[in-house]
């Protein structure tokens, strides 16, 4: 089991910038990849970027391509998501999540993720 805590939200204004960061810790060789998800009021839970642990590949949902960076330090066993020219459709709790080695889905599906942080709050004002 890998335990994931995540930080940096906030309340911004439209235009700007937040960082978010998730430390992991406990089994974390079993990382596969590393996921940033998010999810509004109402609406279901959303992939919105991964990155892979050992390579760094990258997967990016369009909506943020552009806009938004996932990356990894490995030896703070820490990936960020540095968030720039965020809008209000942007607002929602942001969950990082682990999927680890053994899984059968893909980077972009909630499914595949076995590990979860317990969020944190991105609000953009308009």
């Known amino acids: 089991q890998v335990q994931l805590v995540e930080s940096g939200g906030g309340l911004v204004q439209a235009g700007g910038s937040l960082r978010l960061s998730c430390a992991a810790s406990g089994r974390t060789f079993s990382i596969l990849t590393m996921g940033w998800f998010r999810q509004a009021p109402g609406k279901e839970r959303e992939f919105v970027a991964a990155i892979g642990w050992t390579f760094g590949n990258t997967w990016y949902t369009d909506a943020v391509k552009g806009r938004f960076t996932i990356s990894r330090d490995n030896a703070k066993n820490t990936v960020y998501l540095q968030m720039n020219s965020l809008n209000p459709e942007d607002t929602a709790v942001y969950y990082c999540?682990?999927?680890?080695?053994?899984?059968?889905?893909?980077?972009?599906?909630?499914?595949?993720?076995?590990?979860w942080g317990q969020g944190t709050q991105v609000t953009v004002s308009s």
């Open positions: 999540a682990a999927n680890l080695y053994g899984s059968n889905g893909r980077p972009v599906e909630v499914r595949s993720y076995a590990d």
